[in-house]
């Protein structure tokens, strides 16, 4: 019998980082294998979740993490990261224990095996040929972090505007340039998509962005290869130490302090 996977997720959003968590729960279960969402934050329908973990999955499954997350909170003893950006610049540490098995969105974040999804949705992003009314901005994980005239004024699309993926399609669909200060985003391959002209801002001032075209049979040998590598996983023999919540080192080192009080006026009686 297949080893289920459980993917450590966050509540279901806009994030690229998150849609792509959720949408290799539904490739895997695709491929026929039973995937679940273990997520601490809002459940919403169309996916299988997990709320708890007993001892039989943390000894028999496998569990997978985004890079965001600090070591192995479920406890599971078979570890799969999946390193969807930069380790440690959005979270999580720079180095995973060497239990893990690791793998990357794109080898520039990581030197390990590749597993990407599509990640565009093509029946809301795609050019309908519609005339392009305004030009927009877009900041996200590259920071505002230096000034760019030609952007004064213009509409700003970021992780709370436009509200819905539905209305950021509208929008990109009547836009004529996005200056994108964050060279690895989806939203420049799917503006690019929608026929927007997408400009990355540089410290040169701005370059065109074209995207590659998404192979989906490369999709799919990612995916069966990744399938084949984590199913064969034998139980780690020594797994990493989950750090402790701050509130807990915070009370230990309370309570470290009061002890020691104690033993030091007792010692000087």
Same mark, same amino acid.
């Given at each position: 019998m297949n080893k289920k996977y459980i993917i450590y997720a966050p509540g279901y959003s806009g994030s690229n980082g998150i849609r792509a968590l959720y949408k290799l729960h539904d490739l895997l279960r695709a491929r026929g294998q039973e995937s679940y969402v273990f997520c601490l934050g809002r459940? &919403?329908?169309?996916?299988?979740? $997990?709320?708890?973990?007993?001892?039989?999955? !943390?000894?028999?499954?496998? &569990?997978?993490?985004?890079?965001? $997350?600090?070591?192995?909170?479920?406890?599971? !003893?078979?570890?799969?990261?999946?390193?969807?950006?930069?380790?440690?610049?959005?979270?999580?540490?720079?180095a995973y224990h060497p239990s893990e098995t690791v793998f990357t969105w794109a080898r520039q974040y990581c030197d390990a095996p590749v597993l990407s999804v599509p990640s565009i949705d093509t029946s809301l992003f795609f050019d309908p040929g519609l005339p392009k009314t305004q030009d927009c901005y877009f900041v996200h994980k590259g920071g505002k972090w230096r000034d760019l005239e030609e952007v004064d004024g213009l509409m700003e699309i970021n992780m709370d505007f436009p509200k819905t993926r539905e209305q950021l399609a509208e929008i990109l669909k009547t836009t004529g340039t996005l200056y994108s200060f964050d060279p690895h985003s989806a939203l420049n391959d799917e503006a690019k998509v929608c026929g927007a002209n997408v400009r990355l801002v540089t410290p040169d001032g701005h370059v065109g962005f074209e995207r590659e075209d998404e192979d989906p049979d490369l999709f799919g040998r990612q995916l069966d290869f990744f399938i084949e590598a984590t199913q064969g996983l034998a139980l780690a023999s020594v797994m990493e130490k989950s750090p402790l919540p701050e509130r807990l080192k915070m009370s230990l080192r309370v309570l470290r302090a009061i002890l020691y009080r104690k033993w030091h006026i007792k010692n000087q009686k």
């Open positions: 459940q &919403v329908d169309g996916y299988n979740y $997990v709320d708890k973990c007993s001892r039989d999955m !943390r000894e028999n499954d496998i &569990v997978i993490y985004p890079e965001v $997350v600090v070591g192995n909170p479920l406890r599971f !003893r078979r570890v799969v990261r999946w390193v969807l950006y930069y380790p440690g610049v959005l979270g999580g540490t720079p």
